[in-house]
């Protein structure tokens, strides 16, 4: 399995009724554990309760974020609508704002890294930092745009630096405004983008309807799997595990495809952004 180093968020989700720990990379992180991978997690909780409870939990799966008293233990405010789907309120500065650079022990074959992190200059430097000394490791960028958690001028900086791309629809169409270009067809943004930016390969999820994929001049569209949404926190998480999973086993796109929409619809048909689940669950219909 690979080794994967990610670079981002861990925070408590607080929904009206209970408290669940994620963090977009965080929930990455978990889901490519239970993958089977080795994730080396560059995160920061607080010297607080929740941070404690935090590094015990993230623990679990064999990450270990930093502990800091510059801030406290972020958390987000998750509402969720009828159909499952979350708006978020995050509250910052947080802990993982103030993460450190370490040199890691390993050369990783992959590294993961997302927008909101980035928007503060200590973790954008640290990832550069990260970058810089892993020049040959596949950057997987999840774009994962949050309200005020993003800038032209930030994107501009990071989508030049992945290998591999992933986002979804409502982001194809947030760029194409952003940057005046054309939105006609996911096929012709694939082409027309990862050329401009010589992204190996990108990724659009769209929700039920399952998700695209672009590739050495291979485009293709992979069916969504039927779920009973709980609410779709860390699905799309858990779809960017199983993409990471797939292309680092260098399997054909239509099974990369496949597999990842099962994961992503396993995780959404279970409340949080990490629930429990097993491998050998991927291989069962999901209805």
Known sequence: MADIISIGEILWDVFPDRLLLGGATYNFSVHAATLGHRVHFLSAVGEDELGAKAFATA????????VTSKAPTGQVTVQVGDQGQPTFTL????????????????APDWIYFGTLHQIYQQPKQVTRQLLNANPTAPRFYDVNLRKDCYSPELLMELLPLADVLKLNDAEVRELCSMFHEPNTSLELF?????????????????GALGCA?????????VAGVPVEVADTVGAGDAFSAALVHGL????PLQRIGEFANRVGALVAGRHGGTPNWSPSEISKAIS
Request: some cysteine; charged content about 30%.
């Open 190 to 206: 694939c082409r027309r983008w990862s050329k401009r930016f010589d992204w190996e390969t990108v990724c659009v999820t769209r």
């Open 59 to 66: 623990n679990q799966f064999g990450l270990k974020p930093q």
């Open 213 to 221: 994929l672009f590739r050495e001049d291979e485009y293709l569209e």
């Open 248 to 251: 680092s086993q260098d399997w």
């Open 91 to 106: 509250h910052r500065p947080a802990a993982y704002d103030f993460v450190e650079w370490v040199p890691p022990s390993i």
